[in-house]
């Protein structure tokens, strides 16, 4: 292999391993800054509960209604509060008709985010009571233009609201990106959703901290704030907490261990800023490989300027320049890499990342990227290179060989170790996320949609039921608290025959149904009989168990018991299998499944099998759309609302296998290379072997030999940090594998083959090459 052969090599391996890590360190960025642009963002906190549940320490993120005011008003520290809702509405104007998400919140919301207004004015865009503040992007949709401020809205088909002000569309980086409107708090208080009940924890509460304010000492003053007004409505106050948790962790701290926020997000961060540190290094690897075993072709340049009274600082100067025009050509292969695959990246991660090229930081940073790259990958062999002695050169003895071979094995080894671990990790990820995709999920999800009964369908919710079944898309629904994929609440305080004071304790997830939830949902009756209000009246108050709520109350007979809860006596009549309501990579939780006692706003069908999906969903729209004309027909299936549970995991192990790939392949381009130079050292020694009657295959063999034994070493340096690693990663799942040997195995044989793979042409063209051209050569 030539000059052009190695240059190609060095210039498409750091290539490829700048583009790498440039991607994950534009989405690393990405993450970081999620809720940081605030102005005021350092002392915006989110207001969180903390209590022991279950003999555990639990957080949660929603409060009480009637926090934020009672924060404000006596903490002189908290310079603003404000309530905030969530909620799903129709919204209509002329003949558009709109189902999307926005939320309520107190016009201190406005003054405690910095969101820009295109129109209208901010200190009073929430005052109003029936004022609505709009996005730009919801605005062209309903009216086809965003100067729209007076123009009337209509909410649910019955208020009628006034645009008091237009935003800009919430940042890609924000955690209301998929926030379409706001509405003031008045109207919320008007609908009769809220209450001043201290234990209604459905409502979220930020706060805004004055300037000098030490959110510690805060903490420590507002932590029974909640706890001194639910004395005598909760049994046992002395755990109920509240905190403060700052914005600039909402997103990558939001995982809680032992009660306290400090996993989520942030585990992914720093796992794939790691991979991309070593992406790059690994390239930079590359080139000091390639750079230091040619190196006898450049030992008479190097004695000769040095004769000539070159010092070492010149040549140190020279080799680490050439290396840095080189990153250069490779920061051009790269930033061409970024930005025709970056589109690609956003669909792999569900993500919005954009190069902002218009920036002079983003250039600031870019050029000095390359430099540092160009500097780390250049420095030792320039060392190295000017370090030769002109005398050792003109005698031939300039190579010290053990300590450049050394070097160059070091380098190998630390490359495929860090591959091995990225190979050891995708499988483990994989057999993590296949483990729980084969879980039970203890319901039928084929042909199961779920769907809310918005608007009219609640009062023709029977009517509708039969047209669903006699029209033929559908052979059963139900009616239920919401669908059976999602844990909608969590309640405590429940009591039964036989239970303690500190039972009051344990977390029950609630969930109501009237009749055929059994049937169309496809859960196993286990004891008893599924809730049937239309033959047996008395089933508003009926209650099915779980089999987990069955072990937890600690019943030998279920059926016929009494369980008080919300201020009710239920009567047992069921007990289900267990059912995933939740993470299907944790314990099921102890379920109670009332009868229609709790509001029942969603509907669950069970599509006909005869009819394809797309007939099913044509009858069941024009059923919906007859008796609930202006709102969309808006559903979810089953299976993919139990997919979606494993999008987080399956985007981690995407990434750490698309990045696996791109480090076998960096660290393949350097083996090529180094296999190659090997090879070519080698060419009288192969030459007088062939002679001498030495076949193809020992040939191969020679050549093969010493980097097997490399990547082996790497193999035995790499599996115990990645079992450790993956161990570790494994602990945040309740229900999990156990890391097999036949992980280690499969991957200490695919990294040998790989090896073989990337050398073996070298070593087969050595091995082929004709023995008196080999001799010749010399």
């Given at each position: ?34 809720d ?59 003949d558009k008709?709109i ?14 985010f ?42 649910e ?8 002000g ?17 509405l ?10 809220t ?16 300037e000098?304010?030490?959110?510690a ?17 909760l ?9 403060l948790?700052?914005a ?9 261990e ?31 490989n390639?750079s230091?075993?040619?190196?006898e ?8 300027r ?9 040549l ?5 320049s ?36 218009g ?22 062999p ?8 002109p005398v ?23 490359q495929?170790?860090?591959?091995i ?15 729980a ?9 084929t ?38 994929t ?25 969930f109501?149904a ?19 209000v ?68 969603w509907?669950?069908?069970?599509l ?42 399956q ?7 698309l ?16 296999a ?20 193809v295959v ?5 050549l ?38 036949a ?36």
């Amino acid at each position: 292999m030539g000059a052009k052969g190695y240059a190609f090599i060095n210039i498409t391996g750091l290539a490829v391993g700048m583009a790498s890590s440039m991607l994950i360190f534009l989405w690393i960025r990405h993450e970081l800054t999620f809720d940081r642009f605030y102005p005021k963002t350092g002392r915006l906190f989110l207001v969180y509960n903390e209590d022991k549940i279950n003999g555990e320490m639990f957080v949660w993120g929603s409060t009480p209604s009637v926090l934020a005011p009672a924060l404000k008003q006596d903490y002189p520290e908290i310079e603003n509060a404000t309530r905030y809702l969530p909620v799903g509405l129709l919204l209509s104007a002329n003949d558009k008709h709109i189902h999307v998400d926005g939320n309520f919140a107190d016009p201190a919301f406005l003054d405690m985010f910095y969101f820009a207004f295109l129109y209208g004015n901010k200190t009073r865009a929430l005052l109003d009571q029936n004022g609505i503040i709009l996005t730009k992007s919801l605005a062209e949709k309903l009216f086809g233009t965003a100067d729209v401020i007076g123009k009337t809205i209509r909410i649910e088909r019955k208020d009628n609201f006034t645009v008091t002000g237009i935003l800009e569309d919430f940042p890609a980086n924000s955690s209301f990106k998929n926030i379409g409107y706001i509405l003031p708090w008045q109207y919320l208080e008007t609908l009769g959703w809220t209450n001043g009940d201290w234990n209604n924890n459905n409502f979220y509460t930020y706060v805004l901290l004055n300037e000098k304010a030490d959110p510690a000492v805060v903490n420590r003053k507002i932590s029974k704030a909640t706890a001194s007004h639910l004395k005598g409505v909760l049994s046992d106050v002395s755990n109920r907490k509240i905190f403060l948790h700052g914005a600039d962790k909402w997103h990558l701290y939001s995982r809680q261990e032992n009660g306290k926020l400090v996993g989520g997000q942030i585990v992914t961060v720093r796992l794939f800023g790691f991979i991309a540190a070593f992406a790059l290094l690994i390239a930079c690897f590359n080139f000091v490989n390639l750079s230091t075993a040619r190196s006898e072709k450049r030992a008479k340049e190097v004695g000769i300027r040095k004769v000539a009274g070159a010092p070492r600082t010149a040549l140190v100067f020279q080799f680490i320049s050439e290396s840095v025009i080189l990153a250069l050509c490779s920061g051009l292969v790269a930033f061409l890499i970024v930005f025709t695959s970056l589109p690609a990246f956003n669909a792999l991660l569900g993500s919005q990342i954009v190069v902002q090229v218009g920036s002079v930081y983003f250039w600031v940073a870019a050029v000095g990227y390359v430099f540092l790259t160009g500097v780390l990958a250049g420095i030792y062999p320039a060392f190295f290179l000017s370090g030769f002695q002109p005398v050792k050169v003109i005698k031939g003895t300039f190579r010290s060989v053990n300590s450049v071979f050394s070097t160059r094995k070091g380098l190998v080894v630390l490359q495929f170790t860090f591959a091995i671990v990225l190979i050891i990790s995708t499988l483990v990820i994989r057999q993590q996320i296949g483990h729980a995709q084969k879980r039970d999920s203890g319901y039928d999800k084929t042909n199961l949609l779920f769907t809310q009964l918005t608007g009219d369908l609640q009062q023709h919710y029977n009517i509708v039921q039969q047209e669903l079944v006699s029209g033929g898309a559908a052979i059963s629904v139900s009616k239920s608290i919401g669908p059976i994929t999602r844990l909608n609440t969590r309640h405590w305080g429940v009591s039964w025959p036989g239970s303690t004071q500190k039972d009051k304790d344990i977390e029950f997830v609630p969930f109501g149904a009237d009749f055929d939830f059994l049937k169309t949902n496809g859960v196993k009756l286990m004891a008893g009989r599924d809730i049937d209000v239309r033959k047996f009246p008395t089933d508003s108050t009926a209650l099915m168990l779980n089999e987990a709520a069955v072990k937890t109350m600690r019943l030998k007979d279920p059926l016929g018991t009494t369980v008080k809860f919300s201020g009710k006596e239920w009567h047992v009549v069921g007990v289900v299998k267990d059912f995933i309501f939740a993470s299907p990579y944790e314990t099921v939780n102890p379920v109670l499944i009332s009868g229609p006692a709790y509001d029942l706003s969603w509907a669950s069908l069970r599509l006909n099998p005869q009819n394809t999906p797309a007939r099913n969903l044509e009858i069941a729209q024009a059923i919906f759309k007859k008796y609930n004309p202006e709102y969309p027909f808006e559903y979810t299936f089953a299976d993919e609302s139990y997919r979606a549970k494993f999008a987080d995991e399956q985007r981690t192990g995407r990434l750490t296998g698309l990045f696996t790939g791109l480090t076998i392949l960096i660290s393949c381009l350097g083996l090529f290379g180094l296999a190659a130079y090997s090879a070519s050292q080698r060419t009288k020694e192969i030459g007088v072997r062939k002679v001498l009657g030495a076949s193809v295959v020992s040939i191969i063999q020679l050549l093969s030999s010493e980097f097997v034994r490399l990547v082996c070493v790497s193999f035995l340096i790499a599996a115990p940090i990645a079992w450790y690693a993956m161990d570790q990663w494994l602990q945040g799942y309740q229900y999990r594998i156990s890391i097999s040997i036949a992980v280690f195995a499969v991957t200490g044989l695919l990294s040998v083959l790989i090896v073989l793979t990337t050398v073996s042409f070298q070593a087969v063209k050595a091995a082929l090459m004709n023995p008196v051209e080999s001799l010749r050569s010399e």
